[in-house]
Structure formats: structure tokens, C-alpha cells
């Protein structure tokens, strides 16, 4: 699924690295950096994209939350620390570290406080935060300790230039929704009709019409929307994307399960039906692919537990009722051998 942020994650990836690769010859044009900006629930699929595409390009990608941010000093972990990792990631060449990607998560929760909620200990979360991230995520040279050290006065400390990293910002902005909803004026009180149309309308489907100035009112101060000139937005999964999550990728939950029970020599075969009542219970869920193992480990449970002591099972078969009654999954057993010869 998400084929429109793949596409958007695509081009804006490959503007960056055109970017890179053609600044010789741009003396009269500055393209300006595509850091990006990825909204969407979680658990769709925001750090495995960025994840994937770091390793198809060949270049080193660290992650960071946030919430671990403090406006300066070493409060709970740095932007610097990122930078920091990168270079490890990198294997210490500065060269390669500077060409990589940085995925900020959870990029929300550094949303400037309003008014009505003051907060009683000084903002070193919100907006100070996102001043001190402008610099870095624009371009700037930062000064980091080689491998194991720490900063201090009298250390050799290992300059990187960050105006060729790829910022990469992701949320769930819970709540976006509603800033986009009342902005576009279509709750309009008093016409059934129309608010059917709203419950209607995925919170997918509203992110997609998401404007700069509804970010600007959820939090975020223009000068840090302004470094994240790419928005995408991500929908939720639906039920077919999940059943293929579960089915097709190299790590695929149904792979695993099958390859644990190939272990015990035993065939593990789920219906088509049990695939959609998981798929069905991880949409109940609102937690995306992350509820599929969580679902399928509940179901698979006492099955595993049995499955190494009991004899001659050749097939474990599971249906919805296991699924979603929680009954026993049917097994089927090959003839004993001694049996098989009196016969």
C-alpha cells in the first residue's frame, strides 16, 4: 500500500541525491534540500520506507526519537548524538556519513504547547526544541567526539557537515484531523447528510488534504515547517495490505510461524479465513501491522506449547473460529508406523 508517499518519498529522495551529485554545475540555481515530513498512525509503515530506501541507495541510517530531545547540553540525548551515530553507522568514513539519512520519530510530540495547556516545567520539549534543530536539519557543521568519547574542552573533535543529510521527520499528529476538518469547513452542523460523509472519510483521506498552516496550528513554528518543504501522508492499512503484510514479504509472520513449525515437522496452514479475521482484529486494533504478531502469537499459543511433545501430527489447520473464538486449531495426524505394517 501507501503508493502515493512511495511516490512522493521516491522523487524527493532522488531530487536529494540529484542534488548532490550536480552541485558543480548549479552555480546560478540553489536547489533547496527536500528534508521530509512523514504524518500518519502509527504502525504503517513510516521508518521501514525510509529504512528500505536508505538500504537500496547504499547509504547509513539511524533513527532517533524526539522526545529524547533537549533544547542544549546533554539532557536526555542530543540532535548532535544523531549526527554522532551516523558517523558510526558509517564505519567512521565522513564522507559517506555526510550523504546519509537521519528519520526523526515521533516529530509531534516536539508541537509548541497552546495557550490552554500551559505546562509547569519550562518547555525544553516543544518549541525550543525545534529552534535548536534548525540549524542542523538546514546545514550546518557539527563538531562530534570520535568513536566512544564524550565532548569535552581538550578532545579532538570530528567536524561533519550536515547540509547534505536527509532529514527525515515522522508523527502521527493525532488529532491533525480535526485542525484539517474544521479548516475545511465541512462540518457543517445541522446537515445529517454531511456528517455521515465525515465518519466516512478516513483519517487517511483527511491527512491527504493536509495544508502547511493546519501543521502551524497543531504546533508546529513556521521557520521548522520551512526546513520539511516535503509532506507526506500515510493512510491506514486495509485489510488486503494486511493480509499481504502477513503472506508475502521475505519476513512475513505467516513465513515464520510455517518455517517454526517445519521445525517439528509439522505442515501450518491457515485459511483464507483466518487470514482476514486477523487482518480484521488489527484494524479493530488501530495499531497497523504492528498488532498482526501480537494476534497471531495469541492463537498460536497452546498450539505451540503441545505441538514438540505431541506424536504424529502431520498438519495443523486454523480457521477463524480459532481466531476469533479462540478454538482449538484442527490437527491432523499420520498412521503410526507399527500400525501402518499390521494393516
Known amino acids: 500500500g501507501q503508493e502515493r508517499a512511495k511516490k512522493i518519498l521516491s522523487v524527493a529522495v532522488y531530487n536529494h541525491y540529484k542534488r548532490i551529485e550536480s552541485r558543480a554545475e548549479m552555480e546560478d540555481v540553489e536547489i533547496q534540500k527536500s528534508n521530509i515530513l512523514l504524518i500518519g498512525p502509527t504502525g504503517?509503515?513510516?521508518?521501514?520506507?525510509?529504512?528500505?530506501?536508505?538500504?537500496?541507495?547504499?547509504?547509513?541510517?539511524?533513527?532517533?526519537?524526539?522526545?529524547?530531545?533537549?533544547?542544549?547540553?546533554?539532557?536526555?540525548?542530543?540532535?548532535?548524538?544523531?549526527?554522532?551515530?551516523?558517523?558510526?553507522?558509517?564505519?567512521?568514513?565522513?564522507?559517506?556519513?555526510?550523504?546519509?539519512?537521519?528519520?526523526?520519530?515521533?516529530?509531534?510530540?516536539?508541537?509548541?504547547?497552546?495557550?490552554d495547556n500551559p505546562s509547569i516545567t519550562r518547555d525544553v520539549s516543544g518549541e525550543g526544541v525545534q529552534q535548536a534543530m534548525l540549524k542542523i536539519l538546514e546545514g550546518t557543521v557539527a563538531s562530534i567526539p570520535p568513536k566512544g568519547g564524550r565532548k569535552h574542552p581538550q578532545q579532538e573533535l570530528v567536524r561533519i557537515n550536515t547540509s547534505n543529510i536527509l532529514f527525515i521527520c515522522g508523527g502521527t499528529f493525532n488529532g491533525l484531523e480535526k485542525i484539517i476538518l474544521r479548516r475545511s469547513g465541512s462540518k457543517m452542523m445541522g446537515f445529517g447528510a454531511k456528517i455521515v460523509k465525515e465518519k466516512e472519510r478516513s483519517i487517511g483521506e483527511t491527512l491527504k488534504m493536509v495544508q502547511p498552516e493546519d501543521l502551524i496550528k497543531f504546533g508546529l513554528i513556521p521557520e521548522f515547517l520551512g526546513r520539511l518543504p516535503v509532506i507526506a501522508t500515510l493512510g491506514e492499512l486495509n485489510e488486503d495490505a494486511l493480509i499481504r503484510i502477513l503472506k508475502e514479504p521475505k519476513n512475513a509472520l505467516l513465513k515464520q510461524f510455517k518455517m517454526l513449525f517445519e521445525m517439528e515437522g509439522v505442515n501450518l496452514?491457515?485459511?483464507?479465513?483466518?487470514?482476514?479475521?486477523?487482518?480484521?482484529?488489527?484494524?479493530?486494533?488501530?495499531?497497523?501491522?504492528?498488532?498482526?504478531?501480537?494476534?497471531?502469537?495469541?492463537?498460536?499459543?497452546?498450539?505451540?506449547?503441545?505441538?514438540?511433545?505431541?506424536?504424529?501430527?502431520?498438519?495443523?489447520?486454523?480457521?477463524?473460529?480459532?481466531?476469533?473464538?479462540?478454538?482449538?486449531?484442527?490437527?491432523?495426524?499420520?498412521?503410526?508406523?507399527?500400525?501402518?505394517?499390521?494393516?
Do not use: W
Request: some cysteine; overall charge negative.
Open 269 to 343: 496452514r491457515l485459511t483464507d479465513s483466518a487470514l482476514s479475521a486477523i487482518a480484521k482484529e488489527a484494524t479493530k486494533r488501530k495499531s497497523g501491522a504492528r498488532g498482526l504478531r501480537a494476534i497471531m502469537e495469541g492463537c498460536m499459543l497452546d498450539i505451540m506449547y503441545e505441538i514438540p511433545s505431541a506424536e504424529n501430527v502431520k498438519e495443523c489447520v486454523i480457521g477463524e473460529d480459532t481466531v476469533i473464538n479462540k478454538e482449538d486449531p484442527i490437527l491432523l495426524f499420520e498412521q503410526p508406523k507399527q500400525q501402518a505394517q499390521h494393516s
Open 44 to 115: 504503517v509503515g513510516k521508518t521501514y520506507i525510509v529504512k528500505l530506501i536508505a538500504k537500496h541507495i547504499g547509504v547509513p541510517f539511524v533513527k532517533g526519537d524526539a522526545t529524547k530531545f533537549s533544547e542544549t547540553g546533554y539532557v536526555g540525548g542530543d540532535v548532535e548524538d544523531l549526527v554522532r551515530d551516523l558517523v558510526y553507522e558509517a564505519d567512521e568514513d565522513i564522507e559517506l556519513a555526510e550523504n546519509g539519512i537521519i528519520y526523526v520519530d515521533e516529530i509531534d510530540k516536539i508541537a509548541r504547547k497552546s495557550n
